[in-house]
């Protein structure tokens, strides 16, 4: 699971970082917190939004529990931007930023997922691409990474939303 986290530009040090501060509140070492105690997360880090709203969404099995892979991503999208990782991956290849794609094969690439070319990615397309490379992926990851990637949270992946999933070019 560290390369799918890798893969969204967390670093080895934010991922422990993270996993160090869901610890303190995940005292009896249960593997979630309440949503309560997300909620008040959410609200003790000052962030501009309603804090019960957000660990509604951070809920995204809807078992009323964060568990620490719904943290990382709902952290993730929340704390302050940084410079993504220089790495992405491809049939298990890690690229470097000397292999980075142009604007041209980025735009090639989303059109490969966007299946009926209306310029935006569900997730059944999304689905569909995973099925195709033979992806081990469960509903449930592909579910957390339309999160993750769906940034105007409107249900689909736009080009610029996907753009922002790879390293800087």
């Excluded at 986290?5 to 593997?31: H, M």
């Excluded at 529990?65 to 290849?93: G, S, W």
């Excluded at 142009?102 to 569909?128: A, C, P």
Aim: hydrophobic share 35%.
């Amino acid at each position: 699971m560290s390369n799918y986290y890798l893969s969204l530009g967390i670093t080895a040090e934010e991922l422990d970082t993270l996993k160090e501060a869901f610890n303190l509140y995940d005292v009896r070492n249960q593997g979630y917190i309440t949503i309560g105690q997300f909620s008040h997360i959410i609200s003790s880090l000052g962030i501009d939004c309603d804090p019960k709203q957000v660990a509604k969404m951070a809920d995204m099995n809807n078992d009323n529990q964060i568990d620490f892979n719904e943290f990382v991503l709902t952290m993730f999208r929340y704390l302050p931007p940084h410079e993504p990782a220089p790495v992405c991956f491809k049939n298990d290849h890690i690229y470097t930023d000397k292999d980075i794609a142009t604007d041209e094969e980025i735009m090639q690439w989303f059109q490969f997922f966007d299946k009926d070319h209306d310029g935006r990615i569900s997730q059944n397309e999304l689905e569909q691409v995973m099925i195709m490379f033979n992806s081990r992926l469960s509903k449930k990851e592909i579910k957390e990474m339309m999160f993750t990637a769906d940034i105007n949270r409107d249900g689909f992946i736009d080009y610029d939303e996907f753009k922002q999933l790879l390293p800087p070019l």
